[in-house]
């Protein structure tokens, strides 16, 4: 059972490995709401994980440790499962699916672990990891559904209420439930006024679907870049916590998260991968009823895979409106460039690429498409850009991100 003793027992033990991450205002993230972060992309192995996972082998029996221990993860656990069993001189195995950032396969691999890649998501994983257990007699150290898991990531929830005592709401990322149950048994448990919400990724929401229809849904298949929330069967103990313990439940999409990331970037000097980031996401774009009260997002995690971030970059700028790109339609003929372009500085955006298209077959013989990409400051600027450049007679076809 999870009490509120187990919590505190987990705190002491963690005082072995895990750091009580800062938790800093960042008051730049919203113009509505006092955002503060607590910071867990800088524990121990970049995320939370570690706290569950080193709790729940730390309570091990001598025999269930010489067996060893197998666990799944999309890579965040993985990490944490690894350190924990390296410590504690356990030999372990993890099954990670093989859309799994390399990076969290090599850390994972470095920390001493046997990794197994299996075809799929997580769940496949989990399913392989569940065979080997049988197989092997070793213990499996579930990443989320599990008692002395969960007690490790309240620990969390403790850290917030001695860091801000008067913390209004929390906001936290839910891929199976494990971080949300914890922090929100503990918040609730000590401070009840404080409200606890959830967010989702939009295309991994089986505990946003169960929260609402009051019935665990596991879904077919999840679509996400934040692979540490791409869970599509929600845990069974975690959704009764959950249901008793979690105010709301949100979801943020793929275009609202990255630029939380961008935004953490730049105005924070914050690495967060895309689980990480959905917290700031629900707060950026107003997802929930925060405005003007002290308000925590958790960063669970910051080990984003560096293949992808570029791209987060972009999709981020876009969303922000930094970067659009615009299609004008033209005469060929001299001068038009220099037109363009100095209409477009006089507005005060930077040209970064320039193509022209002789080709389309929607084109006059004579004409041409010139696409540009243009770095902006935000969505009114770029109506700024559009219009100036109408008003100055060039035509403008479309414009695509």
């Known amino acids: 059972m999870l009490t509120l003793d187990r919590v505190y027992h ?32 800088l524990q121990v192995t970049g995320s939370f994980k570690l706290r569950g996972a080193y709790y729940k082998i730390s309570q091990l ?30 030999q372990a195995t993890i099954c990670m699916p093989d859309s799994a950032p390399v990076m969290k396969v090599d850390s994972t691999k470095k920390l001493g672990a046997r990794v197994e890649l299996v075809k799929g998501a997580y769940d496949d994983a989990h399913d392989r990891a569940v ?25 969390i929830g403790l850290e917030i209420l001695d860091q801000l005592e008067d913390v209004q709401n929390i906001i936290v990322p839910i891929g199976g439930g494990g971080l949300i149950s914890g ?5 609730k448990s000590l401070k009840p006024s404080v409200k606890v919400y959830g967010v989702q990724a939009a295309g991994a929401a089986s505990m946003y679907n169960s929260f609402k229809n ?43 998260t990255a630029a939380a990331i961008l935004a953490l970037i730049e ?8 689980a990480g980031a959905v917290s700031v996401a629900a707060a950026m774009f107003d997802k929930l009823p925060i405005a003007g009260q002290k308000t925590v997002c958790i960063i669970s995690g910051g080990n984003i895979d560096v293949n992808i971030l570029s791209r987060v970059i972009t999709r981020g700028q876009v969303m922000s409106g930094r970067n659009v790109n615009l299609t004008i339609e033209l005469i060929d003929k001299p001068g038009q460039l220099e037109d363009i372009a100095r209409t477009i500085a006089s507005c005060g955006a930077n040209i970064t690429s320039v193509f022209y298209d002789h080709g389309d077959t929607n084109m006059d013989i004579n004409g041409c498409f010139l696409k540009l990409a243009l770095e902006t400051l935000n969505a009114e600027h770029i109506e700024t850009v559009r219009r100036k450049i109408s008003e100055a007679g060039f035509k403008l076809v479309k414009e695509r991100v």
């Open 214 to 256: 009051h019935s665990r849904e596991i879904l077919d298949s999840v679509s996400t870049f934040a692979d540490g929330i791409a869970v599509k069967s929600p845990g069974e103990t975690t959704f009764e916590i959950i249901s008793k313990y979690v105010d709301d439940i949100v979801c943020v999409s793929e275009d609202e």
């Open 131 to 155: 065979q080997l257990v049988e197989e092997t007699g070793a213990t499996f150290i579930h990443p989320y559904d599990d008692d002395f898991v969960i007690a490790g990531q309240a620990t």
């Open 267 to 274: 105005r924070q000097k914050l690495i967060a991968e895309g």
């Open 183 to 187: 922090v929100a048994f503990a918040v």
């Open 10 to 41: 987990a705190a002491y033990i963690l005082k072995e490995c895990a750091r009580k991450t800062d938790l800093i205002a960042a008051s730049r993230l919203s113009e509505n709401s006092d955002i503060y972060l607590k910071t867990e992309n």
């Open 61 to 90: 029996s001598d025999e269930e440790k010489s067996k060893g221990i197998v666990a799944c993860s999309a890579g965040n656990h993985a990490q944490g499962v690894a350190l924990a069993a390296s410590r504690k001189n356990i």
